[in-house]
């Protein structure tokens, strides 16, 4: 048998075992082959030369005509509902588990705003830029965006932007505005939440997280003034810890509300100052204003016939107080000892 022979034997028997066939090509039984042709008397090296050729040529095909076909993926929308792209996997049993303190919360809250008559959507774990800063009136270059720093995908949008985990939950009022514009038309206000989780690129403490809920609330009707938003908060707050409460109201900015407010409640882990409260005696639960003409202006809607209140609360915050939790990093630790008390 010649050499030629000899290694084409031991190339095809090797070829089954091969993971990624094409790595036939680069085996060094070939590259010897080659590597002869100049040592050969040139009697015998264009024959030998091109039966090479020819036992390579055949490597190649079968390679080609074995390798698989990748069928091109479907486009999705990246910035859908979460159930939209993936299939929803099957659950343990209820008994071999309990519900996280947070879902058990958020199932109370939009309980609470259903009863006010807000109704409940959904937010994105992937959004574009467009919804989490142009439609909420933070030009390009604004520096308020650097407030709301988060994690970003490699992969861009059609603007070439990179897609971002959102850093809030208020990346849903211009689609709730539009969704919801109807209601106006009929007479009927806008009133909706969104509870969902956001991320923000954050130095984490008791208070802080980088990943964590908030639920934002949109209210649009005609005649609707700041004192219908902290009369609505409060009734909220006083509904959701069943008691009467401290609140403090003090003016903020937002670039999307005008005016704005910041809302906190008195710590309930101290009198005098506390490492959860940083020694203020308060803890910010959540931001919100009335919506800014430019936002209602960005879902079509004439800010001149009607004003709208919005808000953002922090939900991590909101059971914290509740439950006298004093570090926020609890709920995403998977601590077992931690989530059996719930
Ligand atoms: C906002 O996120 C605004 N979108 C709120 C808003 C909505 C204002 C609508 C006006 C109209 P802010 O960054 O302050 O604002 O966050 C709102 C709340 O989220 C805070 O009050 C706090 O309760 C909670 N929060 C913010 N950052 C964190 C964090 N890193 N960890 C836990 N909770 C946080």
Redesign the pocket.
């Known amino acids: 048998m010649n050499a030629i022979e000899q290694a084409r034997q031991v190339l095809f028997a090797r070829y089954g075992e091969l993971e990624n066939k094409a790595d036939i090509l680069k085996a060094p039984e070939l590259r010897e082959l080659y590597a002869t042709i100049p040592n050969l008397d040139a009697s015998e090296r264009s024959a030998f030369g091109q039966a090479v050729n020819a036992l390579q040529l055949e490597l190649k095909s079968k390679v080609a005509s074995e390798s698989v076909v990748e069928k091109p993926l479907l486009p999705i929308d990246v910035t859908a509902p979460m159930d939209i792209n993936t299939a929803v996997p099957s659950l343990l049993l209820a008994e071999q588990g309990s519900q996280h303190p947070l879902t058990q919360e958020i199932e109370r809250v939009v309980d609470i705003f259903g009863r006010m008559g807000f109704v409940a959507e959904e937010s994105r774990e992937i959004d574009n830029q467009h919804h989490m800063f142009e439609t909420l009136n933070f030009p390009k270059g604004h520096p308020a965006r650097d407030?709301y720093d988060t994690f970003m995908t490699v992969e861009a949008d059609s603007e070439g932007e990179p897609f971002v985990a959102p850093a809030?939950?208020?990346t849903m009022q211009n689609r709730i505005l539009k969704k919801y514009y109807a209601n106006l038309v009929d007479g009927e206000p806008i009133a909706a939440i969104v509870p969902d989780r956001v991320f923000?690129n954050?130095d984490l403490d008791a208070?802080?997280?980088?990943t964590?809920y908030?639920v934002?609330g949109v209210y649009v009707a005609k005649g609707v003034h700041a004192g219908m938003l902290v009369a609505t908060l409060q009734k909220f707050l006083e509904e959701y810890y069943q008691q009467k409460l401290e609140v403090r109201v003090n003016p903020f900015y937002?670039p999307?509300?005008e005016p704005?407010f910041?809302f906190a409640l008195s710590c309930p882990f101290c009198e005098n100052g506390c490492s959860v409260c940083s020694n203020s005696k308060w803890i910010?639960?959540?931001?919100?204003?009335m919506i800014h003409p430019n936002v209602l202006k960005a879902a079509g809607i004439d800010p001149s016939v009607y004003t709208g209140f919005?808000?953002?609360?922090?939900i991590?915050?909101l059971v914290m107080m509740k439950h006298n939790i004093e570090d926020?990093r609890h709920f995403e630790s998977a601590k077992l000892d931690f989530l059996r008390q719930f």
């Open positions: 407030d809030h939950t208020s923000r954050e208070r802080h997280e980088h964590f908030q934002e937002f999307f509300t704005s910041e910010e639960l959540l931001g919100c204003g919005a808000f953002g609360c922090g991590d915050r926020i």
